[in-house]
């Protein structure tokens, strides 16, 4: 199983960023994957979720309106696009699948 995120990296409060996943080495289209973070001193938490077959969403709070998760079956990548950052966003974004976690993506919000 590998999980490799991209797309993280410096962004003003307000502005937008895309990750992505990409994931080999087991059935992607019916696992349910999900985004993490974890922000300096503090434990790490759910950002969302998105089922296989039917692409059922889950979203914390604290990212709802903000944040979309989404995925493409064919090409084996799950994405995170993030709006309307903030400066408590900044955190190392991770990807997981059932058993397998990503080796994280800097995100900072600062001006």
């Known amino acids: 199983v590998q999980l490799v995120e991209s797309g993280g990296g410096l962004v003003q409060p307000g502005g937008s960023l895309r990750l992505s996943c990409a994931a080999s080495g087991f059935t992607f289209s019916s696992s349910y994957m999900s985004w993490y973070r974890q922000a300096p001193g503090k434990e790490r938490e759910l950002v969302a979720g998105?089922?296989?077959?039917?692409?059922?969403?889950y979203y914390a709070e604290f990212v709802k309106g903000r944040f979309t998760i989404s995925r493409d079956n064919a090409k084996n990548i799950v994405y995170l696009q993030m709006n309307s950052l903030k400066p408590e966003d900044t955190a190392v974004y991770y990807c997981?699948?059932?058993?397998?976690w990503g080796q994280g993506t800097q995100v900072t919000v600062s001006s």
């Open positions: 997981k699948a059932p058993i397998s």
């Open positions: 998105i089922t296989g077959a039917r692409s059922t969403t």
